[in-house]
């Protein structure tokens, strides 16, 4: 009996302290999965659903989901300020209205992998418009803005494995939106617990975003949606975001923000990877260089810099 206890507790040791070795990286190379495969199965949904049925579907159920998570946990519910309502409004109106719109119409006229190679640009975007604002941004970033533009130029100028301009734009257009997102959203991040901010910037980038899509909903003939389809809808409310964050944000907890953003890189090369294997996407000799170019300029960017300090003189 005793022999059993000790065989137990040396393989439960091991467990735990495999968790606390690679746990970390186990979750996010988990969460880079999930980021990696909604490229996939929206555009495989999109065979049965459309994209604005879908993201009206989808941003029904996240809202509902959002507000019962809120609700649970009750003790952490917090009223929005009256001066930040108009943050709440245009985060919820750039992260999901403008994002959401650009990510669905994008991918229905582009390819999983172009879609999430243009959607990962969102961190250059995010630096530029801080630029703009007037942060500080090092010398190495320029450098890793230039890099990445100019790998962008290149992997638009081969189109060998389908997809279009506009849709090209769309996804352009939805790593803009999401970059004004994070900006916006920074000052609430840090007043507010999680659930309260996800809640309200959900719900009021949800009202317009339904409004636009309900026509659509409403021609969408759901019976018509196999398990399948639904499976999808499901997966893509649950998973990438509320599963995945939870993950993610445990990572960073344990390995700090700079070590665990780096594998956010992986979610295009995951992404390319799956577009080929379902969906046979091509990739030619520009189309790689292009991407490249994209990922080194990204590289560059999440690179630690120093501020220089101010002079004594």
Known sequence: ????????????????????????????????????????IT??????????????VRFLLMTLLAFAVL????????????????????????????????FVLGLERTSPFSSSLLIA???????????????????????????????????????GG???????AFSLGAAVAFALYGVVNRPLVARYPPETYTAYTVLAGSVPLLAVSTPAALAQDWGAVSAWGWFAIVYMVVLPVY???M?????????????ATGFR??????????????????????KLLGAALVLGGLIVLRLPTRKPRPSNH
């Open 162 to 168: 389908g997809g279009t301009r506009l849709g090209d």
């Open 71 to 102: 609700a649970a946990r009750g003790g952490r519910m917090r009223a929005a300020r009256r001066a930040d309502w108009p943050r709440f409004v245009t985060a919820g109106i750039t992260g999901y209205t403008l994002y959401q719109l650009g």
């Open 121 to 159: 640009m969102v961190p250059l975007f995010t630096v530029m418009i801080l630029a703009i604002m007037g942060e500080w941004t090092p010398l190495r970033g320029w450098l890793g803005i230039g890099v990445a533009l100019a790998g962008a130029v290149v992997f638009l100028s081969d189109k």
């Open 265 to 286: 890189l992986l979610v295009p090369i995951v992404s390319g990877a799956l577009s080929a294997l379902l969906f046979d996407e091509g990739f030619g000799p520009a």
């Open 43 to 56: 555009k495989g949904a999109f065979a049965e659903v459309s994209p604005l049925a879908f993201a009206f």
């Open 1 to 40: 009996m005793g022999r059993v206890l000790s065989e137990r507790a040396t393989s439960g040791g091991a467990a735990t302290g495999l968790i606390t070795i690679a746990g970390p990286e186990l979750a996010q190379l988990t969460v880079v999965t999930l980021w990696a495969s909604t490229f996939v």
């Open 247 to 259: 993950l993610w944000n445990w990572a960073i907890a344990r390995r700090g923000v700079a070590a």
């Open 243 to 245: 599963v995945a964050y």
